[in-house]
């Protein structure tokens, strides 16, 4: 009987419905909420740069350097702290991969940092092996400045406050620094999975 019950759960769980894809606490919205913890700064191109430092010598690509660094599209869901989840969000970027294997490094960490100063401290396991990407596009579009454009960190298995908008590089580092939100009361790491919500969760 247990048997019969598992199994029939279990393939509800694949039939692609929400059930199952959105982690515990959350509620399925289409609308794209904007959340940013100051104004939206507007960068132009000409001055954009993405430094990744930390690593020995500073590595830097200009706008059109970046742009040319192989790229792809992903569809992936999307999770914010504050209850929301997106599914099957479509985006364009460059795999963190790509641009981590600019440098040497051994660092077990890195802080993402922004244009506004936002920061956010991330595992080097949850931004590599095509887990992460600098997005610039957003539904087949360029993305919008409100969003984090002209490019944001996208780390969907994260809770959202992960994914930096208008972020300028990464940082490596041997230890675990709390950025900008988990200064705040957000939890180190962050998975909605095990509801990794704040400080103690
Ligand atoms: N630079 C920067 N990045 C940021 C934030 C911010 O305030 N500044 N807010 C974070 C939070 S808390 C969330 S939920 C998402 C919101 O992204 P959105 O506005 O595109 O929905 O961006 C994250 N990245
Ligand atoms: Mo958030």
Not at 22 to 27: A, D, E, K, L, N
Not at 95 to 120: S, W
Request: charged letters at 25%; aromatic letters at 14%.
């Amino acid at each position: 009987m247990t048997g019969f019950v598992s199994r029939g759960f279990k393939g509800r769980r694949r039939s692609g419905g929400p059930e199952g894809r959105v982690p515990p606490g959350q509620y399925v919205t289409d609308d794209f909420p904007v959340l940013s913890a100051g104004p939206t700064p507007h960068t132009p191109l000409e001055d954009w740069s993405f430094t990744i430092r930390g690593g020995g010598e500073p590595v830097s690509w200009s706008w059109e350097e970046f742009r040319a660094l192989p790229s792809e599209t992903v569809t992936v869901d999307i999770h914010c702290v504050t209850k929301w989840s997106k599914l099957d969000s479509v985006w364009e970027g460059v795999r963190v991969d790509t641009v981590l294997e600019a440098v040497e490094h051994d660092a077990a960490y890195l802080t993402a940092f922004c244009d506004g100063g936002y920061t956010t401290n991330l595992p080097i396991e949850d931004v590599t092996d095509g887990k992460a990407w600098v997005a610039f596009g957003f539904d087949g579009e360029p993305l919008e400045p409100e969003h984090g454009g002209p490019a944001r960190l996208l780390v969907p298995h994260l809770y959202f406050w992960k994914s930096a908008k208008w972020v300028r590089g990464l940082e490596l580092r041997d230890e675990d620094e709390p950025g900008f939100w988990e200064s705040n009361g957000y939890h180190i790491r962050g998975d909605p999975w095990l509801e990794q919500r704040y400080w103690g969760d």
